[in-house]
């Protein structure tokens, strides 16, 4: 079932409602609340007067300082600015595309690096429980996430998110798969710009850290269920997210 969102920026990178995503007991998630997103720079004023008109949004960017500080995000009046670094590896290699194509990016293994930042994102990282925490906060009417591009650390926070309001696997899955298409612009443009820069393998190392892979999801998945045996516990024991905060959640951010 299709739902239209109330807002739906023209120049935002990967930027979506959830709205509309199935919870198990076949509700849907109200549109127009919980938002995820690449960096908002490049949001037109045309985007911004859309974003104005939402009730009170927070803004959780994930994006380390570096990375927020070359491209900072255009904020609306309303907008309450949270800045919740997620990245648990911005010491061995930092999520900017300029500083990654800046280094030695011949020595980067992609694929590794993907997996591993998978496996230790949903740990111990204070970004998603200060997420939850505003989400368990029963003022917060609506919410965007983002990072760079809204693929990994945006992907792991919304994972949350719609397992908190009772997504299925499949659903957050499909949510992730989604970024593939919706990052092609930007993942296009970026090509571009670098192709002069890099060699054939130094564009394949970039294409990958730009696209989605079921096989990182999956990644962060089976660590989860190592660690605590469900997805359940790990909401529970890593961000106060037990039944009774997820009925609540349920009940704001679901439609009847």
């Given at each position: 079932m299709a739902i239209s969102s109330p807002?739906?920026?023209?120049?935002?990178?990967n930027f979506r409602d959830l709205g509309g995503l199935p919870a198990q007991d076949g509700r849907l998630i109200r549109p127009g609340c919980l938002f995820r997103s690449g960096a908002l720079n490049e949001l037109s004023d045309d985007d911004l007067l859309q974003l104005a008109g939402l009730p009170l949004i927070h803004v959780v960017d994930y994006r380390d300082a570096g990375e927020s500080e070359?491209?900072?995000?255009?904020?609306?009046?309303?907008?309450?600015?949270?800045?919740?670094p997620a990245n648990p590896l911005s010491a061995k290699v930092s999520a900017s595309l300029d500083t990654l194509v800046g280094e030695a990016i011949?020595?980067?293994?992609?694929?590794?690096f993907m997996l591993e930042l998978y496996r230790l994102l949903p740990f111990n990282n204070p970004a998603y429980r200060h997420l939850s925490a505003l989400l368990r906060d029963p003022t917060t009417t609506s919410l965007l996430q983002h990072c760079a591009v809204g693929k990994d650390r945006t992907g792991i926070g919304s994972a949350l998110v719609l397992f908190a309001l009772g997504a299925s696997k499949e659903t957050v899955m499909r949510d992730y798969l989604q970024t593939q298409q919706n990052l092609a612009p930007f993942r296009d443009r970026m090509l571009s710009l670098f192709a002069a820069k890099l060699d054939t393998s130094g564009l394949g190392k970039l294409e990958y850290?730009?696209?989605?892979?079921r096989s990182c999801l999956q990644a962060a998945f089976e660590e989860i269920e190592q660690h605590y045996g469900s997805i359940d516990d790990w909401l529970a024991q890593e961000f106060q997210l037990d039944n009774s905060?997820?009925?609540?959640?349920?009940?704001?951010?679901l439609l009847p």
């Open positions: 807002v739906n920026p023209q120049h935002g990178i070359l491209h900072p995000d255009r904020l609306w009046p309303g907008a309450v600015y949270h800045v919740m011949h020595d980067f293994d992609a694929e590794s850290v730009l696209s989605v892979h905060a997820r009925a609540l959640l349920q009940r704001r951010f």
